[in-house]
């Protein structure tokens, strides 16, 4: 069974850079057609797809949030990473990592069930 855990610091403060990284498991994040993968959820808020990196290296991000977001990968620890920079209060949300096998990169409208695999979330809040 494949695992995903996210780490990282719970706590950032406004305008600096939120860093994240995803830890896989039982599974190569070069592995062929799979997609790994960056969610947030904010209280009172709908899942939103951050970006992913493809198992051959591809990016892809939200348009909105292109400007400060960047996912890289380290394979020879099998992680993935996540971060946004120049964070406000509004980025504050339960981050997950997820991983989905396909043709193509899965984005917005996947609930957090309809990927193959996800972690357990992570608290980040954005305060002073």
């Known amino acids: 069974q494949v695992q995903l855990q996210e780490s990282g610091p719970g706590l950032v403060k406004p305008s600096q850079t939120l860093s994240l990284t995803c830890s896989v498991s039982d599974a190569s994040i070069t592995t062929n057609n799979y997609y790994w993968i960056w969610v947030r959820q904010a209280p009172g808020k709908s899942l939103q797809w951050l970006g992913a990196i493809a198992y051959s290296g591809s990016t892809y991000y939200r348009p909105t949030l292109k400007s400060r977001i960047s996912i890289s990968r380290d394979t020879s620890k099998n992680q993935f990473s996540l971060q946004l920079t120049s964070v406000t209060p509004e980025d504050s949300a339960v981050y997950y990592c997820?991983?989905?096998?396909?043709?193509?990169?899965?984005?917005?409208?996947?609930?957090?069930?309809?990927?193959?695999?996800w972690g357990q979330g992570t608290q980040v809040t954005v305060s002073s």
């Open positions: 997820a991983a989905k096998e396909g043709s193509h990169v899965p984005t917005y409208g996947l609930a957090l069930e309809e990927y193959d695999y």
